[in-house]
């Protein structure tokens, strides 16, 4: 394998002078490359000597990048690399360099492999990539463009019109690839843009405290409804008892021979019964109107927000217990 020595470096327009660091970091890539490519390994190979030749450019590392693209089959990569080695050898006053750069870079043409553009109908601003790299439409078309052997991405596009694209397989050189790029389609036209739809009405502000307020009035005044009507009915029941007690002294008692001991204790029963039963009762009218006023009372009630006041007065008397209703209408 011929080794070509890096050791000039190239000046570059608008690029700042490699550093120190620079140049040792693009020397220990050089020899990683050189290395890697003894061994076989193009592809690692090629990477290496390529970011040596970004980070400090000279024309021994371009020549040698030149060379592992070769071997790695790119031949157009080689090519170029080869011819600009040439000129810049030559303007190094490199001779040897110029003219060894100059003879691989015309052995590598009569092989190029090549790819012929064809543009139907170039549409106005139309513009042709290649693997990436941007052409006008005029630069593109006509002459055969040196590409590397292998798979090749075209794409053309054009304002208003819908982009192409084709992949081809490009065969090792000599060789050429006709390819034809058809007239591009239209673009769909944009949809037109609908008018916003108006936003839905806002509900109504709601009335602070009436419904959370309102609810739980209502929850309690049932709550205490069903504890007073649970009240009325065990007073019932009580009464009842006392009621049927109380008939069995009455005639126990209504002989000759006075009261037994089983009707004093008949008695006693009656008694109790009808006292639990007038408290149940008595106790059961005052939950059940509590209820009642909480129900009706409550602010969620469309009465309520008109003003209109309605009150409820239980009451207990000896003889049973009362439930008064009033209000304005």
């Not at 106005?124 to 630069?139: D, F, K, R, Y």
């Not at 593109?140 to 992949?167: C, H, L, N, Y």
């Not at 000599?174 to 509900?203: C, D, F, G, M, Y």
Request: glycine share 12%; aromatic share 4%.
């Amino acid at each position: 394998m011929l080794t070509l020595l890096s050791g000039v470096s190239l000046s570059a327009p608008l690029r700042a002078e490699p550093t120190a660091a620079d140049k040792a970091l693009a020397e220990g890539l050089f020899q990683d490359g050189k290395r890697l490519m003894d061994e076989g390994r193009l592809q690692e190979a090629c990477a290496k000597l390529a970011e040596s030749q970004r980070v400090d450019p000279t024309v021994g590392t371009l020549l040698n990048l030149a060379v592992c693209h070769e071997k790695e089959g790119k031949t157009a990569s080689a090519w170029a690399e080869f011819k600009e080695g040439s000129s810049l050898a030559a303007s190094l006053g490199q001779q040897d360099r110029a003219e060894f750069a100059a003879k691989r870079a015309a052995e590598l043409e009569a092989r190029l492999t090549r790819l012929v553009l064809e543009v139907a109908d170039a549409a106005p601003g139309m513009v042709i990539t290649l693997n990436g790299n941007e052409l006008s439409a005029a630069a593109a078309t006509g002459s055969g463009i040196p590409v590397d052997p292998g798979e090749a991405t075209i794409e053309a596009r054009a304002p208003g019109k819908q982009p192409w694209q084709m992949r081809v397989t490009l065969d090792p050189g000599p060789s050429a690839k006709q390819v034809t790029i058809p007239a591009l389609a239209n673009a769909p036209a944009p949809a037109e843009a609908r008018p916003a739809s108006p936003p839905p009405p806002r509900p109504p502000p709601a009335r602070p405290g009436v419904d959370s307020t309102g609810s739980s009035m209502r929850t309690l005044g049932f709550v205490a409804g069903g504890v007073g009507l649970a009240g009325i009915g065990v007073g019932s029941v009580f009464g009842v008892m006392a009621m049927q007690k109380a008939g069995e002294v009455e005639e126990g008692c209504s002989g000759n021979f006075g009261c037994s001991p089983a009707d004093v204790a008949n008695n006693d029963d009656a008694r109790t019964s009808a006292m639990v039963s007038n408290i149940a009762v008595g106790a059961g009218l005052l939950c059940l109107g509590a209820g009642v006023v909480m129900v009706l009372m409550s602010p969620s009630a469309e009465r309520a927000v008109a003003g209109q006041p309605i009150w409820v007065a239980p009451s207990v008397a000896s003889d049973g217990g009362r439930l008064t209703l009033g209000g304005r209408w």
